[in-house]
């Protein structure tokens, strides 16, 4: 029988994280390699007196877990294929990729963030595609490529972009042929209207165009919008049983249990999340790996990897302890801080390490 000391634990925190106005709605997931041990819903869609109860099904906007979950997933799937090489030069792909600390940066360190590139952008964000590819390729680097690493939304751009132009299809696309849904399920860049309703909603920030108006089953990132709510660093929406479903696939192939589809068999997911060699780096391709300060907390094992998303979503995978953990919040909601939000998910993931 499952313990229920470290759940009970947890749904503390998440309740008092609810009380605390830390975000409005959340849904917690913990599984194993094979099965979803405990998942419950807490809070309500908004702080408003009369907003429904948070679900199960509740879809949230996933932000940066888009990183891991499609684009360098659907990169390695690529790389297995033959259509793209880790180690191939940006320059062969796009043209105004040029200047000497350009020279030899390569898809691999995209997906490791270890480019140069800067996180964002100055100002707001291009109004096509064509000039995001403009502006990030001609963007001054900050700092030698592969000296170290700095998070950025921009390289995932380009990533996307490029898996784009290969394939010929939208991530989207892509994403649904690699890993195509389960009936009930949704993890996808698209909710349906009809869906809207269910979806935990979140405010612009205040430099976005679209301030002033709740966004629901519309992406919370400016540059995904701007990218029609497609795009290599953001854009996906889901629940926590579909990811966890995704989560099961991977912890699987951690494992080194044999998998049907390519992304997550042992060979691939041990690339995926096989730690950067550069210097002081905890990423490896798309994906982060534990550390003491991490927001998995510090009970997890060292081979624990996973992502955590700007509007307040995370997923930690940990193949020695046999166990995924999903938080899904709308922090960007009118929410608590970056800072809250991060304790709070280390408490997360503290009390749940032993169930």
């Not at 001054?140 to 010929?168: K, N, W």
């Not at 629901?216 to 701007?226: F, I, R, T, W």
């Not at 992304?263 to 730690?275: D, E, N």
Request: hydrophobic share 40%; charged share 20%.
């Amino acid at each position: 029988m499952t313990d229920r000391a470290p759940t009970a634990s947890a749904a503390r925190v998440l309740t008092q994280a609810t009380h605390d106005k830390v975000f409005p709605a959340a849904v917690a997931e913990v599984g194993d390699s094979h099965d979803m041990l405990w998942r419950t819903a807490f809070g309500t869609l908004t702080f408003d007196a009369d907003s429904f109860p948070t679900q199960d099904d509740t879809i949230f906007d996933l932000a940066s877990l888009t990183k891991p979950v499609v684009t360098a997933a659907l990169a390695l799937e690529l790389e297995r294929t033959g259509a793209i090489r880790l180690e191939e030069p940006l320059s062969d792909s796009f043209e105004e990729w040029r200047g000497g600390d350009r020279q030899g940066v390569t898809v691999r360190n995209l997906l490791e963030h270890a480019s140069g590139l800067p996180a964002r952008l100055a100002g707001r964000p291009p109004g096509t595609r064509r000039e995001f590819v403009h502006e990030i390729c001609g963007i001054a680097l900050e700092y030698e490529p592969r000296s170290r690493s700095l998070y950025s939304d921009l390289g995932f751009i380009l990533l996307g972009v490029l898996i784009e132009d290969r394939t010929g299809d939208s991530l989207a696309v892509g994403f649904r042929g690699l890993w195509p849904e389960a009936p009930g399920e949704l993890l996808d860049f698209d909710v349906p209207r009809d869906a809207r309703l269910r979806t935990a909603p979140t405010l612009p920030l205040p430099d976005d165009w679209r301030r002033g108006r709740a966004l629901m089953g519309v992406v919370h990132d400016s540059y995904a919008a701007a990218l029609g709510g497609v795009a290599g660093h953001s854009g996906l929406f889901g629940t926590a049983p579909a990811l966890g479903r995704y989560a099961r696939a991977m912890l699987r192939g951690a494992r080194g249990e044999q998998a049907e589809t390519g992304p997550f068999t042992p060979a691939v997911v041990a690339r995926a999340i096989s730690k950067s060699t550069v210097p002081g780096s905890s990423r490896a391709l798309g994906w982060d790996t534990m550390l003491p300060t991490s927001s998995c907390g510090t009970l997890l094992s060292p081979a624990a990897f996973g992502h955590v998303g700007f509007t307040g979503t995370s997923l930690w995978i940990d193949p020695v302890l046999d166990r995924y953990f999903i938080l899904l919040t709308n922090r960007a909601c009118g929410g608590g801080t970056l800072e809250q939000i991060r304790a709070v998910r280390r408490a997360f993931h503290d009390a749940l390490a032993t169930l």
